[in-house]
């Protein structure tokens, strides 16, 4: 498995070292484009309801450093973000991974003044960059239309029939199923690469060719040829367009 999707583990040892406080930290992606669990000091004067990094430290850190997000855990409540790490999120313009110990689940929640990077050449990184992390910045690149709340968790289910059931659920609340031989530029592919298995998706970047995130490598463009075409299960367009 792809160190970068077992970084979490990481955090859950960190959570477990402290239950009684919210502990918090970094989630870095490096110069080789592993990523890194970094701890931080919880500064907050209640840390057990609350956390605080200092403002000088991660005013370095963003200049110096690829911050993927911020990671704090919640001691006695859920997963879900509440409303002041819903501003501070926003405030800063970094994504928030919340684990609970209460539940043992995790939360990824995107703010929406998040600038997402370049769509082509990231690695692949459980949340933050996979398949439906290039459909998101790809609609607010390309398109400014901004869907992270369409699922307002980005840490997907781990179980393949579930985040497969939670993903046609939420593009058909959205989007419009089109037939695959009308594909064009801007539009939604769902491909079933292995039958049983996760769904994965793409998005039509030019007439032949689409952009996506895979597991074993870079974000990339791929011409829509006949190998990835056989792998068709569904396209999906804005309503707008159709």
């Known amino acids: 498995m792809n160190s970068n999707s077992v970084f979490h583990h990481k955090v859950i040892e960190h959570a477990q070292e402290c239950p009684e406080e919210e502990v918090c930290g970094?989630?870095?992606?490096k110069g080789d484009l592993?990523?890194?669990?970094?701890?931080?000091?919880?500064?907050?004067?209640?840390?057990?309801?609350?956390?605080?990094?200092?403002?000088?430290?991660?005013?370095?850190?963003?200049?110096n450093k690829t911050?993927?997000?911020?990671?704090?855990?919640?001691?006695?409540?859920?997963?879900?973000?509440?409303?002041?790490?819903?501003?501070?999120?926003?405030?800063?313009?970094?994504?928030?991974?919340?684990?609970?110990l209460k539940t043992n689940n995790f939360f990824l929640h995107y703010p929406k003044s998040y600038e997402?990077?370049?769509?082509?050449?990231?690695?692949?990184?459980?949340?933050?960059?996979?398949?439906?992390?290039?459909?998101?910045?790809?609609?607010?690149?390309?398109l400014n239309v901004e869907i992270s709340q369409?699922?307002?968790?980005?840490?997907?289910?781990?179980?393949?029939?579930?985040?497969?059931?939670l993903l046609i659920k939420?593009?058909?609340?959205?989007?419009?199923?089109i037939e695959s031989k009308f594909i064009r530029k801007n539009d939604v592919i769902v491909f079933e690469v292995k039958r049983g298995q996760r769904l994965h998706i793409g998005v039509c970047c030019e007439d032949d060719e689409f952009i996506h995130q895979t597991d074993n490598t870079l974000s990339r463009k791929q011409i829509l040829d006949d190998r990835w075409q056989a792998k068709i299960k569904d396209v999906y367009r804005r309503p707008a367009l159709v």
């Open 34 to 63: 592993s990523v890194e669990v970094e701890r931080a000091k919880n500064e907050s004067p209640n840390p057990k309801e609350c956390f605080s990094i200092s403002p000088g430290k991660f005013l370095d850190y963003k200049i």
């Open 116 to 142: 997402a990077p370049p769509l082509v050449m990231r690695p692949y990184v459980k949340g933050f960059y996979e398949c439906t992390c290039i459909l998101k910045d790809y609609f607010k690149k390309e």
């Open 67 to 100: 911050i993927l997000g911020i990671y704090h855990s919640h001691p006695r409540t859920s997963e879900k973000p509440s409303n002041h790490d819903v501003k501070i999120s926003e405030e800063m313009g970094i994504p928030y991974l919340i684990y609970s």
């Open 150 to 165: 369409w699922n307002k968790n980005y840490w997907l289910p781990q179980d393949d029939k579930k985040a497969n059931k």
């Open 170 to 177: 939420i593009l058909d609340k959205n989007l419009n199923k």
């Open 26 to 29: 970094f989630i870095l992606l």
